[in-house]
């Protein structure tokens, strides 16, 4: 329950329609336990009226509501029985109808009240995975996460709306019905709700079973949505390796883990609320029996009046104390699956704003002062004494082999990751004291890893900048030269793209990533092997555009290729984190290095082809 503690901030938010509807939920049982009341009279009414045989008058008048006292007031001058019958029964039907429409502004009040809670929750829950580090996703899988915004907020919500209202009219209605019980026979009240303690007792060994069983539940679900969802992902490949089977198998073994955990949950619940169901027919049983033998032997001021009544108070504690299991059980896995939610949103990034940010305008001034960088998920020293200087609008390729830490570059410049040595400065600003939002929207990045949008190619373009007019998007995919094929499609720029691009080409969806850069227009852009999925000639036309294009702007090209025809002020070269070699063009290759050996290489391939 300690869990739960966290959904406070919305009841408090929503406190006046929680406030209202826990009014409801009272008056409409309120008038609900004045129709035995109502019962109770016409039946004694009738037995004293028609002198039945056995019929004892009481000594006693019975304790009534007030609303009913009235009631009785009023119809008691009536000498017609009939009428007398007719006017209680014309109420009762007016009290059902009262507690029916009292229900339907209850369920309009909580249970709207949890769909509000649900759609802040998952909000609440998506801004902060947005504010998670690359290190949060590196070490959790993507069907967790989706599991614990859908699933599991779904199952707080059944706590935040049908338990609350259960519990609200469960309270209700035991007070309401005890309290009249006991003012009509306090001994028989007694008696009849005796079970309650085992009821009670039942319930606390029941909870903890039930709340075990939902936490192995929802941690199965998600290893089952996590298979689910990288099988989709990775169709292509299941298919191209005739894998259907063994991921099918996979996919069997979770599937029946969660069974397995579902169907445990389930029996005891097929226990638990038979149980229950038992108590309630044993205290209608003895309400009947105790009852019965003191209407026989004329004990107490017993009626048949008061056994009818009882009765019907018993079938009224029916349906709630029945909920009490459900309720319980909808509690338990509530606090299981908020414990789940709490674990992320208690995880705080470790890439965030320094208490006073510094705002910079980026000129692309870079300097590296004997940077070290291990990641931390993996241990991998990634970049060793790194020390590098970038002037303002100099364009710098960065080149080595692959896992030489080039990629790592990028990341710290992002400010993906902070460094574990050493520091980085931006125009003389160490990069973890500029505002973060700042420092990302003054870069533009062009992945290694190319990521699309299941949006159309115009929005996919001016991702980072939303109020692009078409002409600039036009003017972007010319300089990343994909203007040709966005014209050639159907629709052109509104072209919808499949998940992750799947409908393009890998040439195709660089030069869209390499747009969507562009038309940033910053000072400093960084393009990590970018070209890796295009043929030559359209290489040769996109280094021509970003020659023009890169003129004042300072642009650090990160690949495992040579570009001769780009001139670039400085190129270094990479080698388990560190530069062994660094010059231009023409230097690198009179050293007769590793840079001249990489560039014969290429040359030989072009050759050849």
Not at 498 to 510: C, F, I
């Amino acid at each position: 329950m300690k869990h739960l503690k966290a959904l406070n901030k919305y009841f408090w938010k929503y406190r006046i329609r929680l406030g209202i509807g826990v009014m409801f939920v009272f008056l409409s049982n309120y008038f609900n336990v004045l129709s035995p009341q109502v019962t109770g009279f016409i039946i004694d009414f009738v037995q004293r009226a028609l002198h039945l045989p056995g019929y004892q008058p009481k000594k006693i008048a019975p304790g009534y509501s007030v609303l009913v006292d009235k009631f009785i007031h009023r119809v008691e001058g009536i000498s017609e029985v009939g009428k007398v019958v007719a006017i209680c029964g014309i109420t009762i039907l007016f009290l059902a109808l009262l507690r029916g429409f009292f229900l339907f502004l209850m369920r309009q009040t909580i249970i709207v009240m949890s769909r509000h809670i649900e759609y802040d929750q998952k909000n609440e829950i998506y801004r902060h995975y947005q504010k998670l580090d690359t290190a949060f996703y590196k070490i959790h899988n993507t069907g967790d996460l989706m599991n614990r915004i859908a699933e599991d907020v779904s199952r707080v919500r059944m706590f935040t709306g049908p338990s609350i209202m259960y519990l609200a009219n469960l309270v209700a209605v035991i007070s309401l019905s005890v309290f009249f019980m006991l003012k009509r026979d306090a001994e028989l009240t007694l008696y009849v709700l005796a079970p309650l303690p085992i009821l009670a007792i039942t319930i606390y060994f029941v909870n903890n079973t039930i709340n075990k069983k939902s936490e192995r539940i929802q941690a199965s679900l998600s290893d089952l949505t996590t298979n689910a969802q990288e099988s989709y992902s990775g169709i292509r490949v299941i298919k191209s390796y005739v894998q259907e089977k063994a991921m099918l198998g996979f996919f069997t073994k979770n599937s029946e883990e969660y069974k397995k955990n579902a169907i445990g949950l389930a029996k005891v619940e097929a226990i638990y609320f038979p149980s229950i169901t038992l108590l309630i027919g044993l205290s209608t049983l003895l309400t009947i029996m105790i009852g019965g033998l003191y209407y026989i032997y004329g004990n107490r001021n017993m009626g048949i009046d008061t056994i009818v009544e009882f009765v019907m108070y018993i079938n009224m504690l029916t349906f709630p104390v029945s909920a009490i299991g459900l309720t319980a059980s909808m509690i338990q896995r509530a606090a299981a699956s908020q414990k789940r939610i709490n674990e992320f949103l208690q995880t705080e990034p470790t890439i965030q704003n320094n208490f006073s940010p510094v705002a910079v305008t980026l000129k692309g001034n870079i300097f590296f002062e004997d940077v070290n960088f291990t990641y931390p998920h993996t241990g991998i020293w990634a970049l060793r004494n790194f020390n590098l200087q970038i002037r303002k609008g100099e364009k710098v390729a960065i080149v080595g082999r692959t896992g030489s830490g080039k990629s790592t570059i990028a990341q710290l410049l992002l400010r993906m990751y902070d460094v574990t040595g050493g520091k980085i400065e931006l125009d003389g600003n160490d990069i973890r004291n500029i505002e973060l939002k700042m420092l990302r929207e003054q870069i533009s990045y062009v992945p290694q890893d190319v990521f699309l949008f299941s949006d159309t190619v115009e929005n996919n373009i001016r991702f980072g900048v939303q109020q692009a007019e078409k002409s600039v998007v036009e003017i972007a995919a010319a300089k990343a030269s994909v203007i040709k094929e966005i014209t050639s499609f159907p629709r052109q720029y509104d072209t919808m793209i499949g998940e992750r691009g799947v409908t393009l080409s890998g040439g195709q969806k660089q030069r869209i990533s390499i747009a969507r850069a562009l038309i940033k227009n910053p000072n400093l852009i960084i393009f990590d092997d970018c070209l890796s999925a295009v043929d030559a000639k359209t290489e040769k036309e996109i280094i021509g555009n970003l020659n023009e294009y890169l003129q004042d702007k300072t642009a650090i090209i990160i690949t495992h290729r040579i570009f001769s025809l780009f001139n670039f002020d400085k190129i270094v070269v990479l080698e388990e984190g560190a530069i062994v070699e660094q010059g231009t063009h023409q230097q690198l290759l009179d050293q007769n290095g590793y840079y001249a050996g990489l560039y014969a290489r290429q040359q030989e391939f072009e050759e050849s082809q």
